[in-house]
């Protein structure tokens, strides 16, 4: 379990993590999403005790990871965004070195190392150069080498960035598999990446936790601003009294269409767009004025993302990651 109480970080006077609180339990996969610059990152380095906190505590399984390190540590594997793997060798040395480094008994090494090359898929290329190894297998490489020593908590900065759409889904599937077994922790500015993977979502802007659910109650929480769209056969006038007698509406926009006819955007508060659309239809029913189209807005975990990230640092992670987006569009 990992518990975050009142997490600040400042690099000089700037504040990359303001404020965090929060707690993971075992077993589950859990997405940090954010644009570029959220503080995803910095995150994940205090989390995982590589970077100092500035105030704020941080306990893995009620270890403290300033405080207790080592044993905090150790259940702890981390993938930073920018995997430390030793091109020169190749993936048996590398992993080997950092079974040592994790201190893995020597006599059990050896069998440990194929175990996790054999989970993560990279026998085939146990002995041959890391800097030879396509980026999917070198990103294959980075998580064997967080689940040396077996930590329960797996942390993956941006594990799929970079990635071409096969290689992604590769990973994605490889993720899942640890998921059975491991609590894991990975980061995304890509919203279908944490969608389709996580059971929760916390979605992190400007260094602020913005929400924490999973992608299906993140949605619900937000279909509070249900869109009603209409074509209705009479005149704005009409369409407005009609209107007015039902319950429930937070806004009624009407314009004039050919014909006579009216387009209408009804906007409402509550979550049951049901009962709202079903309301809207028999009172013009009722009143003998013809619907001829109905269409509702549903809101998904896109709009939550856009409502609570703000534009400005949107825009920043499109110019700034336009390879990772354009993945993303290829895939979908
Ligand atoms: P993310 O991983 O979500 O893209 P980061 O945690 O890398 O975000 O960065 C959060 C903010 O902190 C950004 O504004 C970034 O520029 C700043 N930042 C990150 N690392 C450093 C650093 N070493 N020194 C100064 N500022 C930093
Ligand atoms: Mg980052």
Do not use: W
Not at 62 to 72: C, L, N, Q, S
Not at 142 to 169: H, K, Y
Not at 196 to 218: E, F, H, K, Q, W
Not at 244 to 270: C, F, H, M, N, Y
């Amino acid at each position: 379990m990992i518990e975050v109480q009142h997490l600040t970080k400042a690099y000089g006077n700037q504040i990359a993590v303001e404020d965090l609180s929060f707690t993971i339990p075992n077993g589950q996969i859990y997405g940090l999403l954010g644009p570029n610059g959220a503080g995803k990152s910095t995150t994940m380095n205090i989390l995982t005790g590589c970077l100092a906190a500035t105030e704020g505590e941080v306990h893995i399984d009620g270890y403290d990871i300033f405080e207790d390190a080592e044993k905090a540590k150790s259940r702890i594997g981390y993938l930073p965004e920018q995997p430390p793997l030793y091109l020169d060798c190749t993936p048996r040395e590398y992993l080997t070195f950092v079974a040592r480094a994790k201190k893995v008994p020597e006599r059990e090494i050896s069998m440990h190392i194929l175990d996790i090359m054999e989970k993560t898929g990279v026998e085939d290329v146990a002995d041959r150069l890391m800097k030879n190894l396509s980026k999917g297998y070198k990103q294959r490489v980075g998580i064997a080498q967080a689940l040396v020593g077996d930590p329960e908590i797996i942390i993956l900065d941006e594990p799929t960035s970079g990635l071409d759409p096969q290689q992604i889904i590769e990973i994605r599937d490889l993720i899942r598999d640890l998921g059975t077994d491991h609590t894991i922790i990975l980061s995304s500015h890509i919203l279908s990446e944490v969608e389709n993977l996580c059971d929760n979502v916390m979605i992190i802007s400007r260094g602020r936790l913005m929400a924490c659910d999973s992608p299906a109650n993140l949605a619900e929480m937000f279909r509070g601003t249900t869109t009603i769209r209409l074509i209705v056969d009479g005149d704005g006038e009409t369409v407005q009294k009609i209107l007015e007698g039902v319950d429930g509406l937070t806004g009624i926009e009407t314009a004039p269409e050919k014909e006579g006819r009216t387009a209408v955007r009804i906007d409402s508060d509550s979550r049951d767009s049901d009962e709202i659309s079903k309301n809207v239809f028999f009172a013009f029913s009722q009143a003998g004025t013809p619907v001829l189209q109905m269409t509702m807005d549903h809101v998904d975990l896109e709009d939550v993302f856009v409502e609570l990230t703000d534009q400005e640092s949107l825009d920043e992670t499109k110019t700034s990651n336009s390879n990772s987006e354009t993945e993303e569009e290829e895939l979908s």
